[in-house]
């Protein structure tokens, strides 16, 4: 009904409240970038402008340690969210749509322990239990640890989309002689794709920023930008993380920018 | 049921039952592996007697679960009374991840709501604003975070110049900026969640009752709540239980002058302390415990739903 | 998704396989605490690659090395009470007699600490004090005291920031009363645990991150600290001042200590004897503003170290003690008291 009196989409308040929770979630990023500039060591005291922390990430003593361990943060975040989200899809599928039997709930439970279990605990567990079977710490370890425990942050998101999509048009589509796999690829997945990227993003900050686990499952001489950083901070926080952190918000601001743009250029033709 | 709390058993249907072994594998392969087995061996842990400085002797001993719950004087020697620190510790980190949950609602349903009916290109957009700085450490955004809301910090020579307050406001170092950290360190975990869920909602349904003369915030009780509270309950799963055991950012901002659940159980891990049996024992209560809280959530939905 | 895989798995076989050199060694370090270019210097002149790993405090290293990871390292470097526990542990390996050429060049005062008696596991790396530092902007009394912790003036009451460390506090406590570290004597036990719950009223928080960043930002007029982090303090501009109590305050010294089942033993001896020569030591003294355990690094260190009043105690200074490694049935009472301090 067009006719309404007002726009029922729109609560009056939910912009506001959204423009604060920006508010939030940037203000001390603006903190960040603006002491990335700071000419003094100190990360409270301003001295003028000054671009030597930058200068110090490229050139400095650690710059090839910082450089490597961004580097792997990304590559085992990228890959752990994938999985996980992988995982995390045919596990929900197989738990809201495939009737109900004896494993649903306990394979519901075993999704969500990684979230129960304090963090400490599964690490220093894991360390012991690669131990335990012999398994050398690497990458590999830290990566495999990574899938686990982002497995439930990928899972919510994507079992809370399913929830809202009734079971009604898989089920017209396979009358229509679809088989079951066309019916969850051509039905199912790409009315699951908001839930399924917003699983996968949640899966990739948790990687991205997890420190207590990938510290203890890490091998000898890998470092990620968590462990880098907080070893670093034994030293006294200085503003070459800062830099570190604003630049990686300046390829990130890129990114999404360009996203922006493209999905602009789509809906213009 | 537990599951029943995010996955709300109404609309299963059977479309995939002859798959499910192949649809469930992938995830018990790993989860049973990389957490299953672990968790299973601190759970024998808890059982063991502890070595001093880390580590088990493997002889069974209940003495962890005494700690937890005995208090036996400094020494070790008087008589055996109830034990509330840990009681306590443990109510105080359900209080605060409560109330960080519910802030975690009241800033992230509006937001996802907003997200959400944007047009669908920009949707993606908006999620990634949302993300974004959390590519940042946290350290970093807690660090920064406490910069701002110091006494003599940006927050309150703001307020102080617009005359809001005549005193700064001291945030620093109380049960409020606890309650901020752990708020600010899952914030979109609230707001993804509900974003996927409203996305889904048929704007027809409100169109419909407001055609029957319900009021915008009739319509948003009754009608649009209910639909997305899979999205709703799958997201404060996501704050309230992580908060749990969290303990970074209420520690820097909130000042460590008390035990959180998750300090308490890292300084058995990796403090002085050194006592794994009695780290693995409060984990598995803490397991416990919020198994039973979903438990609860999870019965008293189903109760309203039928 | 396979296509993504196979490029990942690319780069991380690449990441693994750095450039092979004649032989190898694992440290585990902490993070910043020993410059590149000394590690450089090392591999060229013994052809040796070396591989770092790092870790964030001296119990996280004791419960790694725990959980298994004894036997993928050659050296660690373990705070001195950490020596005692570690060797205690069995956790490491013994310098047997001439295995190290250059330990001639260990200072007397450092040849036989009491945590590695003879350094039968260990060699001396840097050293420093922790006490704490005050901001001489909000208090211009005696600082030189502990009252200035456990029983502050009004001016300080509610601005101090304790490291969250039990035994950084604990340590500070005894020299405060006067008891032992390690005291088994119930009364003094007591006392002390009373004395730290009276105390905590006029803390405003624990923490050691920020142990520095709260001191020059003012937030903090008080902060427990390590000498090299009151320094940095000091020259980042905060008007504080680093205090060296009459009760005492704490010493504390890192050490090179070699690992049971090391991988590759006699490179981590060659790297412990290249440590010991007072060029190199002074590089990583210069770097992280400590102070070495050598004999004859003087000629090669930063002259404005000589005179930084953080490593100069004053004549009225007490006596710097180790942190004491207690024995269980004692150690169990000083974590229910910690316990108590922060339920």
């Not at chain 1, 308040?13 to 990335?36: D, K, N, Q």
């Not at chain 1, 990566?143 to 998101?157: D, E, K, M, R, V």
């Not at chain 3, 000498?227 to 905060?238: L, P, T, Y």
Request: aromatic residues 12%; hydrophobic residues 50%; negative net charge.
């Amino acid at each position: 009904m067009s006719a309404s009196r007002y726009d029922l989409r729109v609560y009056p308040g939910f912009r506001a409240i959204t423009i604060l929770c920006l508010v939030i979630l940037y203000a001390p990023l603006l903190v960040v970038t603006i002491y990335s500039f700071n000419a003094s060591p100190s990360i409270t005291n301003w001295e003028g402008v000054s671009l030597r922390w930058y200068a110090d990430v490229f050139t400095g003593p650690e710059s090839g340690k910082f450089k490597l361990a961004a580097r792997n943060s990304f590559v085992i975040a990228i890959i752990a969210a994938s999985v996980a989200t992988c995982i995390a899809t045919l596990s929900a599928t197989a738990i809201l749509r495939a009737g109900k039997y004896k494993l649903r709930m306990l394979s519901f439970g075993l999704i969500s322990l990684p979230l129960m279990v304090p963090e400490i605990v599964t690490a220093v567990a894991t360390l012991i239990f690669f131990n335990a079977i012999g398994f050398d710490r690497g990458l590999l370890t830290i990566l495999l640890a990574h899938i686990a425990f982002c497995i439930p942050f990928a899972y919510l998101p994507i079992a809370a989309r399913m929830q809202g999509i009734e079971a009604t048009y898989e089920q017209a589509a396979m009358d229509l002689y679809a088989t079951r796999r066309q019916a969850f690829t051509r039905i199912l997945l790409p009315l699951m794709a908001p839930g399924i990227v917003s699983g996968f993003l949640l899966a990739f900050i948790v990687s991205l920023d997890d420190f207590i686990i990938t510290n203890f499952v890490k091998g000898a001489g890998i470092e990620t930008l968590p462990t880098a950083i907080f070893g670093a901070v034994k030293q006294g926080i200085k503003p070459n993380i800062m830099a570190i952190s604003t630049m990686l918000l300046g390829v990130s601001v890129v990114m999404v920018t360009l996203s922006w743009l493209i999905s602009r250029k789509d809906k213009t033709k | 049921m537990a599951g029943g709390a995010a996955t709300g058993g109404s609309s299963t249907s059977d479309t995939y039952a002859e798959a499910r072994t192949w649809l469930l594998l992938p995830a018990w392969v790993t989860l049973g592996i990389l957490v299953l087995a672990p968790v299973t061996m601190m759970l024998i842990y808890s059982f063991l007697t502890k070595e001093f400085r880390g580590g088990v002797i493997w002889e069974f001993s209940l003495s962890a679960y005494d700690q937890f719950f005995f208090d036996r004087g400094l020494f070790g020697d008087d008589p055996p009374r109830i034990e509330w620190t840990y009681i306590q510790i443990f109510w105080r980190s359900i209080w605060q991840a409560g109330a960080a949950t519910l802030l975690s609602l009241v800033i992230g349903f509006p937001t996802a709501y907003f997200i959400a009916t944007r047009a669908p290109a920009q949707r993606t957009f908006w999620l990634f604003l949302v993300t974004i700085p959390y590519w940042v450490n946290l350290l970093i955004r807690t660090v920064s975070m406490k910069f701002l809301l110091r006494d003599q910090g940006p927050l309150n020579e703001a307020l102080l110049g617009i005359g809001i307050i005549s005193e700064p406001l001291s945030i620093v170092n109380t049960n409020v900026a606890v309650q901020l950290g752990l708020f600010y360190s899952y914030l979109p975990f609230m707001v993804l969640p509900i974003y996927a869920a409203v996305e889904r909602y048929n704007f027809t349904l409100s169109e419909a009752a407001a055609d029957l003369y319900a009021s915008r915030w009739t319509v948003l009780r009754r009608i649009l709540l209910p639909s997305v509270k899979p999205g709703i309950i799958a997201g404060c799963i996501l704050v309230f239980v992580p908060s749990m055991g969290s303990f970074l950012a209420p520690d820097l901002l909130g000042g460590a002058k008390n035990f959180m659940i998750g300090s308490l159980i890292e300084e058995q891990f990796k403090g002085n302390a050194g006592n794994w049996p009695f780290g693995a024992a409060a984990s598995m209560i803490l397991l416990t415990l919020v198994l039973i809280i979903l438990l609860i959530f999870a019965r008293q939905q189903s109760k309203a739903e039928s | 998704m396979k296509k993504l895989m196979t490029t990942t798995a690319a780069a991380l076989a690449l990441t693994a396989g750095m450039a092979a050199a004649e032989g190898k060694l694992v440290v585990y370090h902490w993070f910043e605490y020993i410059p590149q270019e000394v590690l450089d210097k090392f591999r060229e002149q013994h052809d040796v690659e070396v591989v770092m790993d790092t870790y964030d405090s001296n119990e996280a290293l004791l419960a790694s090395l725990k959980a298994g990871a004894i036997g993928t390292y050659d050296v660690a470097v373990p705070g001195d009470y950490m020596v005692q526990i570690m060797a205690g542990e069995g956790l490491l390996d013994t310098i047997k007699d001439g295995e190290l050429a250059n330990k001639g060049n260990i200072l007397p005062q450092w040849a036989d600490p009491s945590f590695d008696p003879g350094r039968a596991h260990s060699i001396p790396y840097q050293w420093g004090s922790t006490s704490f530092a005050v901001n001489r902007d909000v208090f211009d009394g005696d600082i030189n005291t502990t009252d200035i912790l456990f029983n502050p003036p009004a001016d300080l009451s509610g601005k101090i920031n304790m490291l969250d460390s039990q035994g950084e506090v604990m340590a500070m406590a005894a020299l405060h009363m006067g008891i032992p570290q390690c005291s088994t004597d119930r009364d003094q036990l007591k006392a002390l645990n009373d004395m730290l719950q009276e105390a905590k009223v006029h803390w405003a928080s624990f923490n050691s991150d920020t142990a520095k960043e709260v001191l020059v930002s003012g937030d903090a007029a008080v902060g427990q600290i390590y000498d090299g982090f009151a320094a940095k303090a000091r020259e980042e501009g905060a008007n504080t001042e680093y205090a060296f109590p009459t009760q005492g305050y704490i010493v504390w010294m890192d050490n090179v200590v070699l690992l049971k089942d090391a991988p590759n033993r006699d490179n981590a001896l060659k790297f412990m004897d290249f440590l010991l020569e007072p060029e190199n030591i002074a590089a990583v003294t210069n770097y992280a503003r400590y102070v070495s355990g050598v004999d004859g690094v003087a000629p090669f260190l930063d002259p404005a170290l000589a005179t930084q009043p953080e490593s100069n105690p004053p004549a009225t200074a007490g006596e710097g003690v180790f942190i004491q490694v207690c024995d269980q049935a004692t150690q169990e009472v000083y974590d229910q008291i910690w316990t108590n301090l922060k339920k």
